[in-house]
């Protein structure tokens, strides 16, 4: 088993940044593709970024260009940098796990908020 624990959301303004931090516990994940979604009120929950076991990213490309994922295998831990946020950014992010190999081998976190308002 996997768990995950999001961190860093809160209320910024338009403009601003934040850091998303994805921990992980339970067992290594550098075996999983690890990636960070977004759900919106009243909205279907989307893709923001994935970033493969071997570092490759993939990013929406509503975020391309103000955010970025990264790893580090070391702590175990996933991130989003999201810069330039503005209002239409403000969502739920959660931090999904995804085996490899094995399909039905995944994991969500919990989820943090994220409000961009001034």
């Known amino acids: 088993q996997v768990q995950l624990v999001e961190s860093g959301g809160g209320l910024v303004q338009p403009g601003g940044s934040l850091r998303l931090s994805c921990a992980a516990s339970g067992r290594t994940v550098s075996g999983y593709a690890m990636g960070w979604y977004r759900q919106a009120p009243g909205k279907q929950r989307e893709l923001v970024a994935t970033i493969t076991a071997g570092g490759v990213t993939n990013l929406a490309d509503s975020v391309k260009g103000r955010f970025t994922i990264s790893r580090d295998n070391d702590k175990n831990t996933v991130y989003l940098q999201m810069t330039s946020l503005n209002p239409e950014d403000t969502a739920v992010y959660y931090c999904?796990?995804?085996?490899?190999?094995?399909?039905?081998?995944?994991?969500w976190g919990q989820g943090t908020q994220v409000t961009v308002s001034s």
């Open positions: 999904n796990a995804q085996h490899i190999i094995f399909a039905d081998d995944f994991y």
